[in-house]
């Protein structure tokens, strides 16, 4: 490796973790946006993911690669157990009840020695780095890349469109909504285990509210008409913060100002298209 | 009425909350004929709709569309079963373009090659539409919108093709636009159920017709007989 790259990784590692990540973060709440859900317990799946991964290779010295598969199951198995009886919400009522999962999960983890308390977990050993992250990422967004454009994303984003209709033309509503929570959980809790083996140091206070609301602002901010424009999203502010350091007291005012102005300007995100359009061909088939 | 039912409905009660809104209602639509459900704002029809497409669970009664209970059943095991819905207020998916939202429309087909065949007679009927492809429906027209749910609605080649105020909101001449192209449908041997408040219109076009007043059937019978009846000519007709 050249040096001034290895300077750079080592100066700027946490960051550049942070922004694999938080782009994972992104894509998990995509899959929830993109079908028209509003999901905020995005946080909270990535601290089931976090403590199972921490637990598992702390307690039990499991495998990495199953500590993985471990912590994609295990939120998904809670995104069932919530999506089941919270399927029939939507809009505003599906986000705080997912509010109030994450936050009955943050409790959870104050109050169990098991967890650490409120101190958390340390001594994690560093078993991720930016190969993992940045496989996993690259791994997400070409599959979400071939779903957008398939037979189920056209469903996805009829519902985002309008429910009432997608349903009248015959998608399974309930199934797309529950699976779309799952998936969305596992890979939010992939984030969080990965994010977990590079800090080597988990408190509850990382899967809170103000981390669902940060989550959720990646995709917003980018856009939900692709799966590249939530990542773009977390990129955009997971870099701001950094960038603004130089204003001190008042980078967080600048960054929420930033956030305010492109949601007023850009309600549909930075990058507006929309993957899979269909050509007009005369007589043309659609896939 | 004459033919095989192709729905029959009997005693279907439907509500929301504490309150029912249809008190047991009896439906007959016979395969190939046009029916009309007409009323005043607010007297049920379209929680009828509702009922019918599996978007509301009946509290009573039943359901039987070609021998299979339908009532209970969630809205897209009904779709599957060929009723569709073409929704009040023209749902068409806006930000999409006119050759997706008819491409959704046949979203349980998995045969490209009738879907291409199904869009051609769809384009055939609408000219309008084909002339517009590629722009996204939100930039069409009230009526131009109201023909492309139909035109969605018709993409999945249904069975039974339940119209829901395809009147609503449009100009004079679109309305009898709409109309000319259900009595194209009818000809062409469809079944459709029309909700209306366009009472006039409705009769014209349909075989049946049933007048729903605060959640019960108050009249019913053919539709030439029913548009003569003096109560829906002094309420409906503005006679």
Same mark, same amino acid.
């Given at each position: 490796m050249p040096a001034f790259l290895d300077d750079f990784l080592f100066t700027y590692e946490s960051l550049v973790h942070s922004l694999g990540v938080n782009g994972l973060l992104a894509l998990s709440m995509y899959v929830v946006l993109a079908m028209g859900q509003l999901s905020l317990g995005q946080a909270a799946f990535m601290g089931i993911g976090a403590y199972t991964s921490a637990l598992l290779t /702390?307690?039990?010295?499991?495998?990495f690669p199953l500590v993985l598969v471990a912590v994609m199951i295990t939120p998904a198995l809670g995104a069932l157990i919530i999506g089941a =009886?919270?399927?029939r919400l939507s809009g505003v009522y599906l986000a705080l009840a997912t509010i109030g999962v994450g936050e009955m999960l943050r409790l959870l983890y104050i109050n169990t020695p098991l967890f650490g308390g409120a101190l958390g977990l340390s001594g *994690?050993? !560093?078993?991720?780095?930016i190969i993992w992250i940045y496989g996993c990422l690259a791994v997400g967004l070409i599959v979400f890349v071939f779903v957008a454009r398939s037979r189920v994303g056209r469903a996805m984003e009829a519902m985002r469109e309008d429910e009432l209709a997608a349903g009248a033309i015959g998608v399974n509503l309930p199934r797309y909504k529950l699976g779309g929570l799952v998936v969305s959980a596992a890979i939010a809790g992939l984030a969080g285990a990965l994010d977990a083996h590079v800090s080597s140091f988990i408190s509850p206070?990382?899967?809170g509210f103000d981390a669902a609301v940060t989550i959720l602002s990646f995709a917003l901010l980018g856009? *939900?008409?692709?799966?590249?424009g939530p990542v773009l999203g977390a990129i955009i502010l997971t870099l701001l913060p950094e960038a603004l !350091? =130089? /204003?001190? $007291?008042?980078r967080l005012v600048v960054n929420g100002l930033i956030i305010v102005l492109a949601v007023l300007f850009m309600p549909r995100g930075l990058l507006a298209w929309r993957m899979g359009r269909l050509a007009a061909r005369p007589g043309g088939a659609s896939r | 009425m004459s033919g095989a039912a192709l729905l029959e409905v009997s005693g279907l009660t439907l509500g929301y909350g504490r309150s029912d809104?249809?008190?047991?209602v009896d439906l007959r639509i016979a395969s190939g004929a046009a029916v009309t459900l007409i009323g005043a704002n607010g007297a049920g029809k379209t929680t009828i709709m509702r009922g019918l497409s599996g978007l509301l669970k009946p509290r009573a009664g039943s359901i039987v569309f070609d021998g299979h !209970? *339908? $009532?209970? /059943?969630p809205g897209h095991r009904v779709a599957r079963l060929g009723v569709i819905q073409s929704p009040?207020? !023209?749902?068409?998916?806006?930000?999409?373009t006119i050759a997706e939202n008819l491409a959704l429309g046949a979203w +349980?087909?998995?045969d490209a090659r009738e879907e291409a065949r199904r869009r051609e007679g769809v384009l055939a009927r609408f000219p309008r539409l084909a002339e517009r492809l $590629?722009?996204? #429906?939100?930039?069409?027209?009230g009526g131009e919108q109201q023909m492309l749910a139909i035109g969605r609605a018709l993409m999945s080649n249904p069975r039974l093709l339940l119209l829901d105020e =395809?009147? /609503?909101? +449009? #100009?004079p001449l679109f309305i009898e636009e709409i109309f000319r192209i259900i009595e194209d449908l009818k000809r062409e041997g469809r079944t459709i159920l029309i909700v209306e408040q366009n009472a006039s219109a409705a009769l014209d076009v349909a075989d049946y017709a049933y007048v729903l007043q605060s959640g019960v059937i108050e009249i019913e019978g053919p539709a030439a007989q029913v548009a003569a009846d003096p109560r829906v000519v002094a309420a409906y007709l503005g006679g």
């Open positions: /702390l307690n039990v010295g499991a495998p =009886p919270t399927l *994690i050993p !560093r078993l991720a780095g206070a990382a899967y856009g *939900i008409g692709s799966p590249f !350091r =130089p /204003l001190q $007291d008042f | 809104v249809i008190k047991g !209970r *339908i $009532d209970g /059943l009040e207020g !023209r749902q068409v998916f806006s930000n999409l +349980l087909l998995n $590629d722009q996204s #429906a939100g930039s069409l027209s =395809p009147s /609503l909101g +449009l #100009a």
